[in-house]
């Protein structure tokens, strides 16, 4: 009781030094709160009567707009208003204060707020600019300064108030969560002790066991691990996640396997190789966490080089520059492609999940090739291992059927999948005649993930109404033929920092080199927008946002420029073929309507190295993210990381997965062409301070945020999988032992349901939660028990 007394006293003062502290701030915010709050009320009284002061200053309407003023004048704390034109006070309500003179007021380009006595009122003027500076036509309103006075003491009192409140509360609190962990502490270590040392079978009480052996090294390791990462855990970086899996995941052999390839080897018209890495989301996301794991990447050989560069196993070490994992190639026919990947991957599932009024095809013949081709990555898989439980990393619906052919030859087997692009609603995904199949397939993973929790619940609800499985919604896991799959968000990003930022140019110079090569004059403004020619990506909205934009605001022509960088792809297919003449078309006639000494729309359709990326992330004044329908989207991270200038503009799209997480980009419907333009206009004219703010706290979010952390996530989730898996295995190789010399059972279940929360950092058989928000912290200090 004395220690309990005592924490509360502690918790007690230390709070009280706390609210002293932060008093003085405190009391500041309250002013500036009251004193924001009056400036608010008043903006939003002079929005109401624009319009109507405006169509009011002809002299005939004197009358009337002298009777609008006496209505607003009437309205809580306001004072008097009034209408100053070139210095002079042309009309005012009744209220107007004796001595008010519009010379006085300070005049600025918007909105002036200013304090001032008038016999005895203290008042705040608020002058609102209806013309140009050169007219001076300024719309005034008088606010009564003692109201905002009396809120800041009521606020003041309040917040004193809640802060002694806060105080007693705390120590009470403290004193209550102290009593109770102390005694659930040393209840749980004691035993944690004796079950480690003695084993719980009565019979076998003092003898050492195997199960103890392992708790007692399960504990060791966990202990090393949280101190090892709570030394780096507030920056993910391939370091930290080296040490992660070092601690966590010690000798394990991590297996990716995805259809794009990380590095494409070509043979150019000269026959010389040339290495070449795609401009792909997946890639740009797992190829620094390969890199960092040094593991193998299996993917489909798809370049004209890939045979050559080989060796007799279809192996390769990458990246040329600095090998540090190894690639292994599968080999396709063409038939194959055209029926697995061109077929039902990308006229099937890639419309069916995008919802991108794309009408998908599925032909029975392109299923056979899909599971085909599904078995042929999955025996590779276990043709690599190296041994039999694996930790492997299946990416995107290309290989949907893959986990649970990867789970019937290696059960053992860790099986992380990750869904990158969004997961329709159950009614949507019906129309997929083998969604059976599919789900089986996904469902032979360990850990299923998904770019949102939008996306997870989509697939859990599709599961229910699918197929016959055990779900358990606190846990989000499902049970299918024995094995138990946990679907999890992980957020997918970006390395920081980005390689493709070494050796970059100044942004001034980056500025004028690209200007330089597309032709334009130094100070046009220049938008971009750099994507694979994909109809989800929205590249013909966004050209009907630059032909609005134009349209309202033609002084921008011959002063704007946007540029599309768009990467052919899967051109085989009829409606990324028709996407690309329709977007040529659509640049010319804009361009062509518009006029102006050059294209206001340059389409550049080929591929672009990251380098140059950055370089025109760099150059540019704003980026467009106009997808119809995306995961999550990268490209709009990468333009946030490479603005180490902190200026530029965001535009991104509502539908995009990245919207959830950069909301001080400018977001946009990109299916409103008029809005779009408007939110153009919005971010040409935005003030570099603001662009400063918006831009500083989403490098931030994607620096903290970045693709360490997202592989982390998913690695430790993995982890704590296995040491579960591990323990569960041990405790019923002791039951069985237990059975053989008819040992009793009773304390065994009480046994499992405490010595796995406390070995191995899980909580009724589900994934720790921390790591799914990425609470380092968090998760080891549960993790140690």
């Not at 002809?58 to 704390?77: F, I, K, S, W």
């Not at 094995?483 to 110079?509: C, D, H, L, N, T």
Request: some cysteine.
């Amino acid at each position: 009781m004395r220690v309990t007394i005592r924490y509360g006293v502690i918790a007690l003062a230390i709070t009280l030094v706390v609210v002293l502290a932060i008093w003085p701030f405190a009391t500041a915010f309250v002013s500036q709160w009251a004193q924001r709050d009056v400036e608010m009320r008043s903006q939003m009284l002079f929005n109401a009567a624009r319009d109507q002061v405006l169509s009011l200053r002809a002299p005939e309407d004197g009358e009337r707009l002298a009777a609008l003023m006496e209505r607003l004048a009437g309205d809580e704390d306001v004072l008097a208003v009034g209408l100053c034109e070139g210095g002079d006070l042309r009309l005012a309500s009744s209220g107007m204060p004796e001595g008010f003179s519009c010379e006085q007021i300070a005049v600025g380009a918007g909105e002036v707020f200013t304090r001032a006595d008038y016999a005895g009122i203290r008042a705040m003027v608020a002058a609102y600019p209806l013309s140009a500076p050169a007219e001076d036509v300024r719309f005034v309103i008088l606010h009564d300064y003692a109201d905002v006075e009396e809120r800041r003491s009521q606020a003041r009192i309040f917040l004193l108030l809640a802060a002694i409140g806060v105080a007693f509360g705390g120590a009470a609190l403290a004193s209550l969560v102290a009593f109770w962990i102390m005694r659930s502490w040393t209840i749980s270590v004691r035993r944690a002790i004796e079950d480690a040392r003695e084993g719980r079978a009565e019979d076998i009480k003092h003898t050492p066991t195997e199960i103890g052996t392992e708790i007692r090294a399960a504990l060791s390791e966990l202990d090393f691990a949280r101190r090892s990462i709570d030394t780096v855990h507030t920056e993910w970086n391939p370091e930290t996640l080296r040490i992660a899996l070092a601690n966590e995941l010690p000798g394990s052999e991590v297996i990716v396997v995805s259809n794009r390839e990380p590095y494409i080897h070509n043979l150019d018209e000269n026959g010389e190789m040339k290495v070449q890495r795609p401009a792909s989301g997946l890639v740009s996301a797992l190829e620094p966490v390969t890199r960092a794991c040094g593991g193998t990447w299996i993917a489909h050989g798809s370049g004209t080089g890939d045979r050559e560069a080989v060796d007799s196993h279809d192996r390769v070490m990458v990246p040329p520059s600095n090998p540090s994992y190894t690639l292994r190639r599968i080999w396709l026919t063409d038939e194959e492609q055209e029926g697995y990947y061109y077929g039902f991957a990308n006229e099937g599932l890639w419309p069916l999940c995008h919802i991108a009024f794309v009408r998908p095809v599925f032909r029975e013949a392109d299923w056979r090739m899909y599971r085909e081709v599904n078995e042929r990555f999955a025996e590779a898989v276990v043709a690599e291992a190296k041994r039999p439980d694996p930790i492997v990393l299946i990416q995107d619906y290309h290989l949907a059927l893959a986990p649970r052919m990867i789970r019937d030859r290696l059960p053992d087997a860790t099986i992380i999948t990750f869904w990158h692009i969004p997961w329709p609603n159950s009614e949507t995904f019906g129309i997929c005649p083998y969604k059976e199949e599919i789900i089986d397939g996904l469902l032979g993973s360990s850990i299923l993930g998904f770019h949102t929790q939008f996306h997870c619940n989509n697939f859990i609800e599709t599961v229910d109404r699918v197929i016959e499985s055990r779900i358990d919604r606190e846990s989000d896991s499902i049970t299918l033929k024995g094995y138990e799959a946990f679907v999890r968000p992980y957020p997918i990003s970006i390395e920081w920092p980005p390689a493709a930022m070494e050796g970059q140019k100044p942004v001034p110079e980056a500025r004028k080199a690209v200007r330089k090569r597309l032709g334009l004059p130094e100070d046009v403004q220049l938008a971009v927008g750099i994507e694979r020619f994909d109809y989800t990506k929205g590249i013909l909205d966004r050209m009907h946002g630059v032909d609005a934009l134009l349209t309202a605001h033609p002084e921008l022509i011959g002063r704007f420029c946007f540029m599309q960088a768009a990467a052919p792809t899967r051109s085989k297919l009829a409606n990324y073929k028709s996407l690309q003449e329709e977007a040529e078309a659509l640049a010319r006639e804009i361009s062509e309507r518009h006029g102006g000494p050059f294209d206001a729309i340059q389409l550049v359709a080929r591929h672009h190295d990251p380098e140059e990326v950055f370089e025109l992330f760099r150059a540019a004044e704003l980026c467009i993210v106009s997808s119809l329908h995306d995961g999550m989207n990268l490209v709009a991270k990468e333009f946030v990381a490479a603005r180490d200038d902190e200026q530029g503009v965001l535009i991104l799209s509502a539908f995009a997965g990245a919207s959830r997480e950069l909301g001080e980009a400018l977001i946009v419907n990109p299916y409103d062409a008029h809005a779009m333009g408007e939110a153009f206009y919005w971010a040409l004219t935005m003030e570099a301070s603001e662009q400063r703010e918006r831009m500083r706290v989403m490098r931030e979010q994607v620096e903290a945020r970045n693709v360490y952390r997202w592989a982390g996530q998913m690695l430790l989730d993995a982890a704590r999988l296995r040491k579960k898996q591990r323990i569960m295995r041990l405790i019923e190789k002791e039951r069985g032992r237990a059975q053989d010399a008819h040992q009793p059972q009773a304390s065994l279940p009480q046994f499992r349901s405490e010595r796995i929360e406390a070995g191995a950092g899980w909580a009724d058989g589900r994934v720790g939660d921390d790591c799914a928000t990425g609470d380092m912290g968090n998760i080891m200090d549960r993790q140690h028990g």
